[in-house]
């Protein structure tokens, strides 16, 4: 396969429920090593979610559209099969901590095994991220806990908006 071209795809996948400073940061780090970067964005059936897939795509879009390589896309599915509708072989994951690890490795190996030429490349956020967690966001904004400093401020007014909106439905 011809791989050192500059239509090499590097895949973000995660749930991002919501987005945080950490998936920023690992995204703005993917985008300065490879030509293009998808952000995909999945529904994860296995994960009760707290912001829908709309709302996830236009947060996380909103985030990243002043970096110009990079795109946000949404998909279903196995990751290895949308990987092979936009020809890409790369995977990017975030490392936060050794807790980390175990999930991410035995992914990654399964991923290889469904897609022999797949590569998972791990990259590792500022230390001031490797604490924070979408889940830990959600608890507080359940909570009414402030997260503002953990997410982009176009998340968190867009959390705050929703937010206010299901108080006042309830
Ligand atoms: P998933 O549901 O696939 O675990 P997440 O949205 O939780 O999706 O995370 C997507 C990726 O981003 C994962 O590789 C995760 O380890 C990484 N990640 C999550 N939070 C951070 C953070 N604070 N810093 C760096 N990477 C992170």
Redesign the pocket.
């Known amino acids: 396969m011809y791989r050192k071209n500059e239509n090499l795809i590097a895949v973000?996948?995660?749930?991002?429920?919501p987005p945080?400073k950490?998936?920023i940061?690992?995204i703005n780090r993917a985008s300065k090593i490879f030509p293009n970067v998808v952000v995909a964005i999945?529904y994860?059936y296995s994960?009760n979610h707290m912001f829908s897939l709309e709302e996830r795509l236009s947060m996380m879009k909103e985030a990243v559209f002043k970096i110009k390589n990079v795109k946000v896309e949404a998909f279903s599915g196995l990751l290895v099969d949308y990987l092979n509708s936009i020809n890409s072989f790369c995977i990017i994951?975030?490392?936060?901590a050794l807790s980390?690890f175990e999930y991410?490795f035995q992914l990654a190996l399964m991923n290889r095994k469904l897609k022999k030429d797949v590569e998972t490349i791990f990259l590792m956020?500022d230390k001031e991220?490797?604490f924070?967690?979408?889940s830990m966001v959600r608890e507080l904004t359940f909570l009414g806990g402030n997260f503002k400093k953990f997410v982009p401020n176009n998340v968190y007014k867009k959390i705050n908006k929703i937010e206010k909106k299901r108080r006042k439905n309830v």
């Open positions: 973000y996948p995660g749930s991002f429920d945080t950490g998936h940061d690992i999945t994860n994960k994951r975030g490392l936060r980390d991410e956020p991220y490797t924070l967690s979408s």
